[in-house]
T-cell receptor, first 110, second 111 residues
Framework: SQQGEEDPQALSIQEGENATMNCSYKTSINNLQWYRQNSGRGLVHLILIRSNEREKHSGRLRVTLDTSKKSSSLLITASRAADTASYFC??????????FGRGTQLTVWP | AAGVIQSPRHLIKEKRETATLKCYPI?????VYWYQQGPGQDPQFLISFYEKMQSDKGSIPDRFSAQQFSDYHSELNMSSLELGDSALYFCASSSTRTEQFFGPGTRLTVL
């Protein structure tokens, strides 16, 4: 992957549980963005965290960033069946192109 | 709110044929990006345009070309199609070069 690695590659949980996905990257960043993709559909922007930020919240989403470890994590609290999707982290370049990780396939069982 | 529009949504072509994919960005967005996502793969950047000029180029085959028109819509032209070109092709638009808004994608199948 151009971006780095995400783990786990697949995560299966029950509704109401929390889901944590991790992302590592290889080079310095201006920002890190998380996207969701329902099967075969378009990518939906979830949250952007800048390199000078350590944590960011949006509804049930919490993103952390550790630039010293070149890693980020996405936490989805109180998951729902509708959260079932692939989740990608991406690093943005100065010209705007996004480098995506391989993604985590999250399955939330009712 | 208006979103990115891509057409067609599905396209089936034979090997060695040509395909044209269209993208209509969100109004007032000046930058368009194209990505290719193979089966089970992460999206890979192809090319981008800012104010109708090519601004960045990624791993786009020489058989592919693209442009952005005066109304800011963009077209991706793919010639001499190969089986390996079968993929989802996404267009994204942006006004800030940070947050990108993705279209629903065009699923290209090459037989």
């Amino acid at each position: 992957s151009q971006q780095g690695e995400e783990d786990p590659q697949a995560l299966s949980i029950q509704e109401g549980e929390n889901a944590t996905m991790n992302c590592s990257y290889k080079t310095s960043i201006n920002n890190l963005q998380w996207y969701r993709q329902n099967s075969g559909r378009g990518l939906v922007h979830l949250i952007l965290i800048r390199s000078n930020e350590r944590e960011k919240h949006s509804g049930r989403l919490r993103v952390t960033l550790d630039t010293s470890k070149k890693s980020s994590s996405l936490l989805i609290t109180a998951s729902r069946a509708a959260d079932t999707a692939s989740y990608f982290c991406s690093r943005g370049s100065t010209l705007g192109r996004l480098y995506f990780g391989r993604g985590t396939q999250l399955t939330v069982w009712p | 709110a208006a979103g990115v529009i891509q057409s067609p949504r599905h396209l089936i072509k034979e090997k060695r044929e040509t395909a044209t994919l269209k993208c209509y960005p969100i109004p007032r967005h000046d930058t368009v990006y194209w990505y290719q996502q193979g089966p089970g793969q992460d999206p890979q950047f192809l090319i981008s345009f800012y104010e109708k000029m090519q601004s960045d180029k990624g791993s786009i085959p020489d058989r592919f070309s693209a442009q952005q028109f005066s109304d800011y819509h963009s077209e991706l032209n793919m010639s001499s199609l190969e089986l390996g070109d079968s993929a989802l092709y996404f267009c994204a638009s942006s006004s800030t070069r940070t947050e990108q808004f993705f279209g629903p994608g065009t699923r290209l199948t090459v037989l």
